[in-house]
């Protein structure tokens, strides 16, 4: 049984406001961990390099959330799994949302090992304008779903 346009965005709000929030207590967190102390890395010299990785990823990430979002295939294979279009909009919103999540926990990382907490706000930024960039696209997916 396939739920309602109004269940799916009710759902999809709540997990928008959930990983809006999220970055904050990945900022909040190495805050009172690392209080005027020195990251949790042995060797600190392994941080530009992890840097260097997780911007990588990053990258591979953007382009994956882009091909999520935006192609029509894979919207329609994604309704097809899912036997309900609203459904199928809220699949690919949600991988797009989880997957730029990852961002702010890239800068988690790298904020407790460095002690720096500008990996963490840079990061968190970056996931900020992907969550609302994601929640943008979603909206216009359910605004083409014909209603019945």
């Known amino acids: 049984m ?8 009710w759902t999809a709000n709540l997990l928008w406001t959930i ?8 900022l909040a967190l190495p805050a009172a961990v690392l209080l005027g102390h020195q990251g949790l890395a042995r060797d600190q010299s392994i941080i ?5 990785g997780f911007l990588a990823v990053s990258a591979v990430n953007v382009v994956l959330v ?14 097809r799994i ?5 459904r199928g909009a809220f699949q690919v919103f949600s991988l797009g949302m989880i997957i730029v ?22 990061f968190s930024i970056a996931a900020w304008t992907g969550l609302v960039l994601v929640r943008i696209r979603f909206k216009q997916n359910m605004a083409d ?4």
Not at 19 to 26: D, E, F, G, Q, W
Not at 48 to 52: K, Q, S, Y
Request: avoid cysteine.
């Open 82 to 86: 899912s036997l309900s279009r609203d």
């Open 2 to 9: 396939a739920a309602s346009g109004k269940s799916v965005e």
């Open 145 to 148: 779903i014909p209603k019945k």
């Open 101 to 122: 999540e990852t961002f702010s926990i890239y800068g988690l990382v790298l904020t407790l090992l460095s002690g720096s907490l500008f990996y963490g706000f840079g």
């Open 19 to 26: 990983l809006m929030i999220a970055p904050v207590l990945y």
């Open 48 to 52: 530009p390099n992890l840097f260097l």
């Open 66 to 79: 882009y091909y999520t979002q935006t192609s029509a295939g894979f919207m329609s294979r994604m309704t």
